[in-house]
Structures are given as structure tokens and as C-alpha cells.
């Protein structure tokens, strides 16, 4: 598992301070607010200040004192420490999702990889890719376990989902 996760991108800038504007891809920007730090080009950047506003991420950079300075940080990605980010017992990153080989409950065999995990108003849906396509929705009455360790992610399927 990667150290570093993707967690927004800087839009834009926000005033002549120097603050970022950053697009938190987390289920609530707030999250983002509660880290002493962000990776950004391959360096740990200090976060002096952080607040949400209309759903982004207002941050002031150590060392990032102006517009000139924020307006040069415009499209980076944010990265954070996974060892700082606090998740409850049982909760996995998105991240960690992806590439998953995906296990049948009733036959254990194989369906294929999670590729993709998207994120729709209603709740996640896994794109499972292998002899075919299948999609399954994250909630548990088809996600049945989840282990990282083994690279496993184990789907009760229904019929018409095959």
C-alpha cells in the first residue's frame, strides 16, 4: 500500500495572501482541515491554517506567502500521510479498493479485479473487470469482507448481476 494517498488538487487561489483553494476528493473536506501537513511535488508542505468553503479547502502553505507563490501550486496534487489519516474499525481507503481481486461468497471463485470504484449519489459501486463486467453496488448485502492483507474483496451476488 502506497504511504502517500491522493486526497484533492489545488484549483485556484483564494485572495492575495497566498492561500490555496483545494478540491478534496474525501467524503467530507472537513477531513482534509485536521492535517498538520500535505504532500504537494514530492515535498511535506506545513498547513498553517485550513477552513472549508463551499465545499473545498481554504489552506495556508507554509511558504507560500503570496498569489504569485499560491497561483504557481494551480493543478497540483494533494497528497496525504496515511499514517495520519484516523479511520474508524473496518473503514479502508478507496485507494486500497482498486486492484483487489474480487472472490465470490457462495462459489469462491474468482470474478476479476476491482478497476474502478464509482463514487454515484447513492452509495459506491465497484466495477469488477474479468471474463466480464460486473458492478456492485458498496453496501453490505453485496460487499461481504474486505482484506487488505490478502488482496481480497469477497461479493454475495444475486441473480441478473453475473
Known amino acids: 500500500m502506497k504511504r502517500y494517498l491522493e486526497a484533492g488538487r489545488i484549483v485556484n487561489t483564494h485572495g492575495v495572501r497566498g492561500e490555496v483553494k483545494i478540491q478534496p476528493w474525501t467524503n467530507d473536506a472537513?477531513?482534509?482541515?485536521g492535517?498538520?501537513?500535505?504532500?504537494?511535488?514530492?515535498?511535506?508542505?506545513?498547513?498553517?491554517?485550513?477552513?472549508?468553503h463551499k465545499g473545498c479547502v481554504i489552506a495556508s502553505l507554509e511558504g507560500v506567502d503570496d498569489m504569485e507563490a499560491a497561483l504557481s501550486l494551480?493543478?497540483?496534487l494533494v497528497y496525504i500521510d496515511r499514517e495520519e489519516a484516523p479511520?474508524?474499525?473496518?473503514e479502508v481507503f478507496l485507494q486500497d479498493i482498486v486492484?483487489?481481486?474480487?472472490?465470490?461468497?457462495?462459489?469462491?471463485?474468482?470474478?476479476?479485479t476491482v478497476s474502478e470504484v464509482?463514487?454515484?449519489?447513492?452509495?459506491?459501486?465497484y466495477v469488477i473487470r474479468g471474463e466480464r463486467e460486473i458492478l456492485v453496488p458498496a453496501v453490505p448485502e453485496f460487499i461481504r469482507g474486505i482484506d487488505l492483507e490478502a488482496g481480497t474483496i469477497t461479493v454475495a451476488l444475486i441473480e441478473g448481476m453475473l
Do not use: W, Y
Open 30 to 33: 472537513a477531513f482534509l482541515c
Open 35 to 52: 492535517f498538520r501537513s500535505l504532500r504537494i511535488h514530492d515535498r511535506t508542505v506545513r498547513v498553517l491554517a485550513a477552513r472549508v
Open 74 to 76: 494551480k493543478g497540483s
Open 87 to 90: 479511520l474508524d474499525e473496518g
Open 99 to 112: 486492484g483487489l481481486r474480487a472472490v465470490s461468497l457462495d462459489t469462491g471463485e474468482e470474478l476479476g
Open 118 to 125: 464509482m463514487e454515484l449519489p447513492a452509495q459506491n459501486v
